[in-house]
């Protein structure tokens, strides 16, 4: 049981490019969410998926979007990457959203150079 | 913006210690859930509590939750090395709440001497 499997675990970009993290989960979780975790500010929401088909902003969406492939799938995707954007990105999912348990996976360190 | 607040930032305590951190919230809560994150690692899991529920244990860990205070805190006994990570508090909007999102604090950074 992989659990949370997210891809790539490192990446470094240069400003501008674009790139797609991918997550998957394999406990059949309805809610997905992508964080960012910068030093001294803890997590911070960028996107959520609540179910299948619906996703929504979090906290710090601008200069990201989100897909729901599929209820295992939920991949975030930075159209032009910005040095802002340089953090670590956790996926997460729950069961029963924010009155459960989320799970993450291991995390993808991003540098934008 | 955050939530939940941890206090203190950082502890380092000696190997069989206790380790007490608190997490002070400002809406009303449906949970308040503790996890543990070892460095450059995901969030693990650590406690759940529910708003009507006063103190909860599992094993080395014990989480009491105020509401009338809005706070938590989490002591884990009898510390080891192994204990060493960060340790945040996350909470789960009341029912009727607009969202379906935990808010994170900004974690306390446990160091604990062998």
């Known amino acids: 049981n992989a659990g949370v499997t997210q891809t790539p675990k490192f990446q470094v970009l240069k400003t501008g490019q674009s790139m797609t993290l991918q997550c998957a989960q394999d406990?059949?979780?309805?809610?997905m969410y992508w964080y960012r975790q910068d030093p001294g500010m803890g997590l911070r929401l960028i996107y959520y998926s609540a179910s299948e088909g619906t996703t929504d902003k979090g906290e710090v969406p601008n200069g990201y979007n989100v897909s729901r492939l599929n209820k295992r799938e939920f991949s975030l995707r930075l159209e032009s990457a910005a040095p802002s954007q340089t953090s670590v990105y956790f996926c997460a999912s729950s069961l029963q959203g924010a009155w459960g348990i989320q799970y993450f996976g291991a995390g993808t360190r991003l540098s934008v150079l | 913006s955050q939530q939940g607040e941890e206090d203190p930032q950082a502890l380092s305590i000696q190997e069989g210690e206790n380790a007490t951190m608190n997490c002070s919230y400002k809406t009303s809560i449906n949970n308040l859930q503790w996890y543990r994150q070892n460095s450059g690692r995901g969030l693990v899991h650590l406690i759940l509590?529910?708003?009507?529920?006063r103190e909860k244990h599992s094993g080395r860990l014990r989480v009491t939750l105020d509401t009338s205070k809005k706070s938590s805190s989490l002591l884990i006994t009898a510390s080891r090395a192994a204990d060493t990570a960060s340790y945040f508090c996350?909470?789960?909007?009341?029912?009727?709440?607009?969202?379906?999102?935990?808010?994170f604090g900004t974690g306390t950074l446990l160091a604990v001497q062998p």
């Open positions: 509590i529910r708003s009507n529920e």
């Open positions: 996350a909470t789960g909007p009341s029912r009727g709440g607009a969202t379906n999102k935990l808010i």
């Open positions: 406990m059949n979780h309805n809610s």
